[in-house]
């Protein structure tokens, strides 16, 4: 039987990474600097990950894939190298394929005189006891639960919203709206109010709002117009990107760093990384030019 599947183009990738937040399925990773499809047994053939890379390298091809074969997919992950072997293995292992992980392993012990790698090292990280797999695809996807430290929380005081404009959704605003003219814009990535406790007080007051997913939001090409005019027309003062560690925030990151390095008008510009836990991982200034 043939089904559609993902191909990818390694002279064109420049493993900018755009397309693995799009494969929800978890099929590509970056590994060795490329995009690859670690797994055609999660890949659905539907192309979501094709708008994303700006180079053109992903195609989908008619293949034949009937029942699936892990001697075979084997025989192509080890032309790519130790990396991209381990991936896979740990790609079918999370996605609690053991039984075609264990056919992988199998297949590199029968050819280990033949194959161009420490199978002895991929091997020994899987048969160990007590070395966690790393998890596929994106992180942002993967399942986890804590306990916040030291919250202590008084129901019995209501904090008030620095909330001080509407819409804040980036496909239901207006970047002519009035109250955009000179402000201090803060672009958030949906999540990050709900990670960090002290969001409004700390960066949302005084600031106007916009809130957007890299991820899962359609129609991004608007979103780049939108903050585009932002920049170019409405005064901005500043503008401070505020995203979670997840590969996929870094998008937020990358287009306006991108508007705002083909922008006439120069503006401050900052990216903030929040962990999971509220954490501020990292803050740096992109921009340091004056507004004008």
């Given at each position: 039987m043939k089904r559609e599947l993902v191909k990818i183009n390694e002279e064109l990738c420049t493993g900018c990474g755009l397309c693995i937040p799009a494969c929800h399925e978890g099929a590509l990773q970056i590994v060795d600097g490329k995009a690859r499809l670690v797994s055609d047994l999660m890949c659905d053939g539907l192309g979501a990950c094709l708008g994303h890379c700006p180079e053109g390298a992903i195609s989908i091809e008619m293949t034949e894939a009937g029942t699936y074969n892990e001697k075979v997919v084997m025989e192509n992950m080890v032309s790519k190298g130790e990396s991209t072997v381990i991936?896979?293995?740990?790609?079918?292992?999370?996605h609690g394929q053991d039984q075609y992980a264990d056919e992988g392993m199998a297949y590199l012990r029968e050819n280990m005189h033949r194959l161009n790698m420490d199978v002895e090292k991929v091997l020994h990280r899987f048969q160990k006891e007590g070395i966690p797999l790393k998890p596929a695809g994106c992180p942002g996807s993967q399942a986890t639960?804590?306990?916040?430290?030291?919250?202590?929380?008084?129901?019995?005081?209501?904090?008030?919203?620095?909330?001080?404009?509407?819409?804040?959704?980036?496909?239901?605003?207006?970047?002519?709206?009035?109250?955009?003219?000179?402000?201090?814009?803060?672009?958030?990535?949906d999540c990050v109010a709900f990670?960090?406790?002290?969001?409004?007080?700390?960066?949302?007051?005084?600031?106007?709002?916009?809130?957007?997913?890299?991820?899962?939001?359609?129609?991004?090409?608007?979103?780049?117009?939108?903050?585009?005019?932002?920049?170019?027309?409405?005064?901005?003062?500043?503008?401070?990107?505020?995203?979670?560690?997840?590969?996929?925030?870094?998008?937020?990151?990358?287009?306006?760093?991108?508007?705002?390095?083909?922008?006439?008008?120069?503006?401050?510009?900052?990216?903030?990384?929040?962990?999971?836990r509220g954490e501020i991982l990292a803050e740096k200034t992109l921009y340091k030019a004056d507004a004008s």
């Open positions: 991936a896979h293995l740990e790609h079918l292992k999370s639960t804590f306990t916040p430290a030291g919250m202590v929380m008084d129901k019995s005081v209501e904090v008030p919203s620095a909330l001080e404009q509407w819409p804040v959704q980036m496909h239901l605003i207006n970047p002519a709206a009035p109250y955009f003219r000179g402000a201090d814009l803060l672009l958030a990535a990670a960090f406790g002290d969001f409004h007080r700390k960066w949302l007051a005084g600031k106007r709002l916009i809130i957007a997913c890299p991820k899962l939001d359609h129609g991004q090409e608007s979103y780049r117009a939108k903050l585009a005019a932002l920049i170019e027309h409405a005064g901005l003062n500043s503008l401070t990107v505020l995203t979670m560690e997840v590969p996929c925030c870094s998008g937020l990151v990358r287009m306006a760093a991108d508007i705002m390095a083909s922008a006439q008008r120069k503006v401050p510009l900052k990216a903030v990384v929040v962990s999971v």
